[in-house]
């Protein structure tokens, strides 16, 4: 497995023409679909299985093991984790058990899908990848674009000029005295019960840091809750345009699909 830090210009990802396999793992439910690369839409229904508690490397791999065995797909999988993944080793795990950081993640899931080859990114990377493919605008390939994954956590991809730099982790940065993730996070709204309207100032003042830091062109916001966007982001008060994720939350799957056959 090669690793997508080096993702240049050069390298930059493209459609493909076949079907290829994706599977997101996330800290509610593992999913998996076959892609096709030509319309990075899915092929069928996706599959999804409860995310196994506790999380380990071990129970994840029997998952993903189980979901592509649904489908019967016998070619190379691409598979989103959500920590940093750096030469193929997972490096944190803030919101998976911790038993994940230093596992070498090409051996685990190649070895649980019987030797085949697969390639591991971080999940909100995996979703830049595929709105840079398949979000169809023109205003990805120039300036500085932030796309944030709203879940569990907060996951971030950077894109520059068109070009995945990967591992950011723009959710774990301190925010008025509290990480981002634990301030403004879908799972944060959902706990405390806030209104949109209430986690609307939240996200903003972490909007607002990432434009002191970044100064990015475009906030394009992802994960299940873009797909109310419409309720909240006319609420938001940063500076810098909010827009919805063109895939919403097929994202993972369709980036994880394209990793591979891109092989990054
Ligand atoms: C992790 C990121 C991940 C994000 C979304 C964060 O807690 O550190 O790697 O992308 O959650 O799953």
Do not use: C
């Not at 070895?111 to 697969?118: E, F, I, Q, Y």
């Amino acid at each position: 497995m090669s690793d997508i830090s080096y993702l240049g210009a050069d390298r930059a990802p493209s459609p493909g023409s076949g079907l290829s396999f994706g599977v997101d793992v996330g800290g509610s439910g593992v999913k998996g679909a076959i892609v096709d690369l030509r319309s990075g839409e899915f092929v069928g229904d996706r599959h999804r299985v409860q995310t196994p508690q506790p999380a380990t490397p071990a129970a994840i791999a029997e998952a993903v093991r189980s979901i592509v065995e649904h489908f019967g797909w016998t070619g190379p999988v691409g598979i989103t984790v959500p920590g940093v993944v750096k030469d193929g080793v997972m490096r944190s795990a803030a919101n998976i058990d911790p038993s994940w950081i230093g596992t070498d993640l090409a051996q685990l899931f190649s070895t649980a899908l019987g030797g085949r080859r697969v390639t591991v990114l971080n999940d909100a990377d995996a979703a830049g990848l595929a709105e840079l493919t398949y979000g169809g605008g023109a205003h990805l390939a120039d300036g500085e674009v932030v796309l944030l994954t709203l879940g569990t956590g907060i996951g971030s991809a950077l894109l520059h000029n068109g070009t995945l730099i990967p591992n950011t982790e723009f959710g774990h940065i301190e925010v008025n005295g509290k990480i981002a993730e634990k301030r403004a996070s879908a799972k944060v709204r959902k706990d405390r019960g806030w209104s949109f309207d209430r986690w609307a100032k939240e996200l903003s003042a972490v909007l607002v840091m990432y434009e002191r830091l970044f100064s990015p062109d475009l906030f394009i916001v992802g994960g299940g809750i873009s797909r109310k966007a419409d309720k909240w982001v006319p609420l938001l008060t940063n500076e810098v345009p909010v827009v919805p994720a063109r895939l919403r939350n097929t994202a993972g799957i369709v980036g994880a699909a394209l990793a591979v056959t891109n092989d990054i």
